[in-house]
């Protein structure tokens, strides 16, 4: 049994949704977003909460039955709330700036890297060594943050790089003289 697949998903106040066979859209203040299952789950929309069953016993219907009820769950999350990600640069020299609508990075490369924003993100730079990614999509922020994260990953030896707000970044010894 599903622990997580158990449990209705409540569809908050000033969201609606509407379940067409496989497919769940969910409207809200922020956008609306859509999901379509696969054929071995059932969506069932019951006393303002989405339900979702496993057709059958096979272990590929247990497996769909807690994935997509958490997809429908960051359905609703996404268009009432919106997700977001902060990424921190810490090196000497390492700063972000918004050009228009491009993030421009100075990275300690010979030039600049200029990323390009995807429609449907937000990202604001609040400090020049802060960058936050906003939208309703979760795995598009999350692949956004990934991005950019990519052009500078956190090294082990000085911590020098990108790297999610908050996270832990396993520290190495230097070479011994």
Known sequence: MSRIGKKPVAVPSGATATISGQTVSV???K???TFTATDDVTITQEDGAIKVTPRGTSKRARQQWGMTRSMVENLTIGVTDGFKKELELQGVGYRAAMQGKDLKLSLGYSHEVIFEVPQGITV???KPTEVVIEGIDQQQVGQVAANIREW???EPYKG???RYKGEYIFR???KKK
Do not use: M
């Open 160 to 162: 020098k790089g990108i």
């Open 124 to 126: 604001t730079v609040p």
């Open 172 to 174: 190495k010894e230097g």
């Open 152 to 154: 500078r990953a956190p």
């Open 27 to 29: 409207k809200g203040p």
């Open 31 to 33: 956008g609306t977003l």
